[in-house]
């Protein structure tokens, strides 16, 4: 089945989307692809990286390609994971069982071999050579670099403290239960996806729990003022407290103190500012990079051989660093990594999907700003919902749905 809210396909014997923790009710039944290209080799695939882009990546190569061999390189010490259950599951145990794409087994039923525990120090793209931060060496016949991105944080003092984190690993959240405790105030710095959800579970698990925007409204660049504003008054409501317009100066003395000259208490600061993708080693590599590594429809880098996709890839012009996007460049890559060039990947529109604070939001396209010509509205504040539809012309542009999401087909559609 098919997602209809995050895009992830997986099987139908599962309750929840192992993505986005949506129920049955958001899956949709499809045939899954299979590939007539065959090619056997003995070609040794080197993949970078343990997302959703490599993952993908490996399982579209050994579809094509039964014989050669395939090695994920990751410095992550645990089976590759959902990213996304992150910040839905931040004070869950045990974290790898419940975040991990798949379990052991699959790898060696598809003979995938994992390296774990290995940091990329550099790629010599002519001598077709990866060498690892402790020396050691592997030649390839095709890389595929999904080495996805990293939290940016802003240069305030105190980011480094240690009660100071982003959450972009299962050893970001594995320190948290050490806050917690009565009366324990928490602080997140950013106002985007990531740092709602992270927000939501704070407060499910007992935090007093403000959220830092530096914009003058929440989500202001993805959310018009309604939907905004309805946003932030379901927050509010949950017992999460917004505040807007909010620079950060510093995360010093227990408190979070902004450049305006506020300040407020905080035994515990998460930071969700965004993502920047990790080109360093592509860059250094001689590889043609913008925002990140730049790939054509097939994936393939300016090296031969070399292929990205993911958080870390960019494709005519844009960064997607979505989940969605990230699987199905992984599966490009892999598929044109083995020879077959009649995969490719066309941009699409993106959906934003949050399940928090007792609500659902969705939006897409167009939804802000000054582009849409005109809108249509269905605001219910008593049952705190919305509908809001965004045209240029007679042609939708975008949506955004509050509280009742059940419209979300037709809207894509």
């Known amino acids: 089945v098919k997602c209809k809210i995050c895009g992830e396909i997986f099987d139908a014997s599962l309750e929840k989307c192992p993505v986005c923790n949506a129920g049955p009710e958001f899956f949709e039944p499809i045939e899954s692809e299979d590939s007539r290209f065959r090619s056997d080799t003995q070609q040794r695939y080197f993949i970078l990286g343990s997302g959703p882009a490599a993952v993908n990546a490996a399982e579209a190569v050994r579809k094509r390609d039964s014989t050669g061999n395939i090695i994920i390189l990751t410095e992550e010490k645990v089976l590759p994971y959902n990213r996304p259950m992150l910040t839905k ?13 798949h379990d052991q087994k699959w790898y060696d039923d598809r003979n995938i071999q994992l390296i774990m525990g290995k940091r990329v120090k550099s790629i010599d793209t002519d001598a077709k050579e990866i060498t690892t931060e402790d020396g050691l060496t ?4 095709k890389c595929i670099y999904t ?26 959240i594995e320190k948290l239960s050490s806050y917690r405790g009565p009366d324990k105030k928490a602080g997140v710095i950013g106002g985007g996806v990531t740092g709602l959800e992270a927000a939501w579970e704070l407060r499910k698990a007992g935090f007093d729990t403000y959220v830092f925007d530096a914009a003058p409204s ?20 949950e017992g999460v407290h917004i505040v807007t317009s909010a620079d950060t100066e510093a ?4 408190k979070i103190k902004l450049k305006d000259g506020r300040e407020f208490d905080a035994d515990l600061v ?23 590594v730049i790939v054509n429809e097939r994936m393939e880098t300016s090296a031969s051989g070399l292929y990205a996709a993911g958080d870390c890839a960019e494709f005519e012009g844009v960064n997607y660093a979505l989940w969605p996007e990230a699987s199905r460049q992984g599966e490009v890559a892999g598929a044109n990594a083995a020879g077959d060039v009649s995969v490719t990947f066309k941009g699409e529109a993106y959906g934003m999907t949050m399940d928090v604070a007792n609500t ?8 802000s700003g000054d582009r849409p010509e005109k809108t249509k509205e269905f605001l219910d504040k008593e049952k705190k919902t919305l509908k809001k539809y965004f045209f240029i012309g007679d042609k939708l542009c975008g949506a955004t ?13």
């Open 89 to 101: 599951n931040m004070f869950s145990e045990p974290q790898e069982d419940k975040f991990a794409i």
């Open 251 to 254: 995360c010093e003395d227990g």
């Open 218 to 237: 929440l989500m202001a660049n993805k959310l018009d003022p309604t939907a905004s504003g309805l946003l932030t008054d379901i927050f509010e409501s």
């Open 147 to 172: 080495l996805g991105a990293h939290f940016f944080i802003p240069p305030f003092r105190g980011r480094d403290a240690e009660n100071v984190t982003g959450i972009r690993s299962i050893g970001d």
């Open 360 to 367: 659902m939001l969705y939006s897409i396209g167009i939804a």
């Open 401 to 413: 749905l509050i509280g009742d999401i059940t419209d979300m087909s037709e809207v894509n559609e």
């Open 270 to 292: 998460i930071v969700s500012c965004g993502v920047r993708a990790n080109k360093a080693i592509a860059e250094e590599a001689g590889v043609k990079t913008d925002r990140a």
């Open 138 to 141: 592997f030649s390839y016949d």
